[in-house]
């Protein structure tokens, strides 16, 4: 069974320029998380789907970050014009179902000069 | 203050010997997970608990929800158990799920 896969691996940008990051969660996992891993520090969530739905994205800056799941499969988070304090490696995780264990990809790592 | 504490904070052990990682919760949590970050930045999950216990291989875990805490214990660490600990408690009364993260126990093992 395939894990969690996450594109790219690295990224590197100046401030103001925009970036995506892509998700393929397990296959048959209905929920998917966004994290955000500031360095030396534990994963805070940003945002999660179930299925297509949003659930939760309170903790999504909203005016320069956004998150889609259009068909309920991969997902894409994108930053719109970046700031140094966004540096940080970017978690997907999967669940089969809400509360159940989590499957997490290997990280986008993001740097913002 | 912190909902999930972890302690202790950072521990260094030589290998084969035995050690045990805790979280205190302040929050009525229903399960929990335990995660390791290795020096690659991975993070694989280890157990997900229930109250009770599991064991695999040379760790064990246990989750008292009445005493709000949980532990890890590794037995004859390995080198590759290297890596940050992190545990997770999923706190009852949410009506939009959250995983309530520790701060994490960094772990060296030395030869």
């Known amino acids: 069974e395939a894990g969690v896969t996450q594109s790219p691996r690295y990224a590197v940008l100046q401030e103001g320029q925009a970036v995506s990051f892509w998700c393929d969660p397990i296959?048959?996992?209905?929920?998917l998380y966004w994290y955000q891993q500031p360095r030396d520090q534990g994963p805070q969530l940003l945002v999660y789907?179930?299925?297509?739905?949003?659930?939760?994205n309170s903790q999504l800056p909203s005016d320069r970050f956004s998150a889609v799941r259009p068909k309920g499969t991969n997902s894409t988070l994108k930053i719109q014009s970046a700031k140094q304090g966004d540096t940080a490696t970017y978690l997907c995780?999967?669940?089969?179902?809400?509360?159940?264990?989590?499957?997490f990809g290997a990280g986008t790592r993001l740097s913002v000069l | 203050g912190d909902k999930v504490k972890q302690s202790p904070s950072a521990l260094s052990l030589q290998e084969g010997t035995n050690s045990a990682l805790r979280c205190n919760f302040s929050?009525?949590?229903?399960?929990v997970q335990w995660f390791l970050q290795n020096p690659r930045g991975s993070l694989i999950n280890l157990f997900y608990?229930?109250?009770?216990?599991k064991e695999n291989g040379r760790l064990k875990s246990a989750f008292d929800s009445k005493e709000s805490y949980s532990t890890l214990h590794i037995r004859d660490a390995q080198l590759e158990d290297s890596g940050t600990y992190f545990c997770?408690?999923?706190?009852?009364?949410?009506?939009?799920?959250?995983?309530?993260w520790g701060s994490g126990t960094k772990l060296i093992i030395k030869p």
């Open positions: 929050i009525a949590a229903t399960t």
């Open positions: 997770a408690a999923e706190a009852s009364g949410d009506s939009n799920y959250q995983l309530i």
């Open positions: 296959s048959g996992h209905d929920t």
């Open positions: 608990l229930v109250p009770g216990t």
């Open positions: 995780a999967s669940s089969f179902v809400q509360g159940n264990t989590l499957y």
């Open positions: 789907f179930r299925d297509e739905a949003v659930i939760d």
